[in-house]
């Protein structure tokens, strides 16, 4: 309690706290950035009208003011959204970046990127960034089975997507049907003769690699081959030279061998190099990667083209229609899988 000049006690009872934002979002059912855009009538706005209805009749319920400094800044203010990526070095991502991008250019808003690094301060981050009002939502290309980031969009409802890593019950998975691109390099290898294919795939924690492995094993089955072959390995050069030499080393009648990634294919080739293999003349290497990059090697890699650049623009259509108040919906991207036929691929001997 404050004291007059007269050292008395100041019974005047303290003005009510000021109605924030995030409570008219809070009341509104809606997320904080979508609050500001319609309130402050932000440019080029697609909420469906209902959705505003119910913003501005909560703002009303509450007394709600927009400061004056606030309400320009958000008027001038394009929408940000938040890409996690767990491998910037990876080609794989760089195309998932490069769709999201564009989209989101299409759209008026922004990506920024970030490498997901410590998860702990990852989710620090996305917090603070979210809190300040900083970004609108984001996209998870990361998404590990126990990412303290699960928890942290799903309880504070911030939107969110996760790209090309699904998390079981979350309704918010963006993913390829990698199956396709294991039954497409399947096909292709057994018409060129190969009866004995192998494949390397990611850890078997992650929900991409998981779905390659199912369809190559689904493909197997369907041509009659055997479809236990499979050794899991980094989704780097050295996992790929690692699970080739478990796999040549185990099984020396392979004559073929179809990797999750490029960079995992560049390792079975160096350990074919090192078991004086040729490839493809003893060896054929296929991979669910395709990057210009896979031309400039020695020998040019045979790649299965899967929507990469469609999977980062799909993932901000999805994440943008949570932030103007759609529901939340997880989409798998189906394809027609094309085989680009390089050198490292022949008929075994």
């Not at 491998?87 to 008026?108: C, P, S, Y």
Request: charged share 25%; no cysteine.
């Amino acid at each position: 309690m404050a004291e007059n000049s007269n050292g008395v006690g100041d019974r005047t009872s303290a003005p009510p706290p000021r109605v924030r934002l995030v409570d008219v979002a809070e009341e509104a059912g809606v997320s904080k950035s979508l609050a500001s855009r319609v309130l402050n009538d932000h440019p080029g706005l697609r909420a469906r009208e209902e959705v505003r209805r119910r913003i501005h009749d909560a703002a009303e319920r509450l007394g709600y003011s927009p400061h004056a400094a606030a309400r320009g800044l958000t008027r001038a203010d394009t929408g940000v959204l938040s890409l996690l990526i767990p491998d910037l070095t990876n080609a794989f991502f760089a195309r998932v970046i490069r769709g999201a991008v564009k989209r989101a250019m299409e759209r008026d808003f922004t990506v920024l990127t970030a490498e997901d690094l410590v998860p702990r301060e990852t989710t620090k981050m996305v917090e603070r960034l979210v809190q300040t009002g900083r970004i609108n939502g984001v996209m998870v290309a990361s998404a590990q089975p126990r990412h303290p980031l699960i928890a942290t969009l799903r309880t504070r409802g911030i939107p969110h997507v996760f790209v090309n890593r699904g998390v079981r019950g979350s309704g918010h998975n963006v993913v390829l049907n990698e199956a396709l691109a294991g039954r497409a390099a399947l096909g292709y290898l057994k018409e060129l003769g190969h009866t004995r294919i192998a494949h390397v795939t990611g850890a078997g924690s992650l929900d991409s690699t998981r779905r390659l492995s199912a369809g190559f094993r689904k493909a197997a089955k369907e041509l009659d081959l055997d479809g236990d072959l499979i050794v899991e390995g980094g989704l780097s050069e050295d996992g790929g030279a690692r699970a080739a030499a478990t796999l040549l080393g185990d099984h020396d009648d392979v004559t073929a061998i179809f990797t999750a990634s490029l960079v995992q294919a560049v390792g079975v080739m160096r350990t074919a190099y090192q078991h004086d293999l040729n490839v493809p003349r003893d060896l054929s290497v296929i991979t669910a990667d395709e990057t210009p990059l896979a031309a400039y090697l020695s020998p040019a890699l045979t790649t299965v083209q899967m929507p990469t650049e469609e999977l980062g623009a799909a993932a901000v259509d999805a994440l943008i229609e949570q932030i103007l108040g759609g529901a939340a919906a997880s989409r798998v991207l189906d394809y027609a899988p094309e085989v680009i036929e390089r050198e490292s691929t022949a008929p075994p001997r």
